[in-house]
Nanobody, 114 residues
Framework: QVQLVESGGGLVQPGGSLRLSCAASGFTFRRYGMRWYRQAPGKERELIATISTSGDSTNYADSVKGRFTISRDNAKTTVFLQMNSLKPEDTAVYYC???????WGQGTQVTVSS
């Protein structure tokens, strides 16, 4: 059974940082690319970052490029999202997902506000 457990969200002031984690289980983690999505209230879920199986290749949405960094630890079956220079428009629920596996975690709420 695939499980994805996101954590690390919270309330942060504009300009601050957070590091999200996603602990994965139930599949061979190292064989799957991983993704981070986010969904703001009243908006569609948005793909913001992807990482290859080895971690050598990453891609970012323009809205987060230069501020967010995706990484992974295959030994710990965990994917991370380092978020710097946070803006109020980054407020959303953040989700991780494995490529080709239709399963979602509960997400973690990130709120950027002064």
């Amino acid at each position: 059974q695939v499980q994805l457990v996101e954590s690390g969200g919270g309330l942060v002031q504009p300009g601050g940082s957070l590091r999200l984690s996603c602990a994965a289980s139930g599949f061979t983690f190292r064989r799957y690319g991983m993704r981070w999505y986010r969904q703001a209230p009243g908006k569609e879920r948005e793909l913001i970052a992807t990482i290859s199986t080895s971690g050598d290749s990453t891609n970012y949405a323009d809205s987060v490029k230069g501020r967010f960094t995706i990484s992974r630890d295959n030994a710990k079956t965990t994917v991370f999202l380092q978020m710097n220079s946070l803006k109020p428009e980054d407020t959303a629920v953040y989700y991780c997902k494995a490529d080709r596996i239709n399963s979602w975690g509960q997400g973690t709420q990130v709120t950027v506000s002064s």
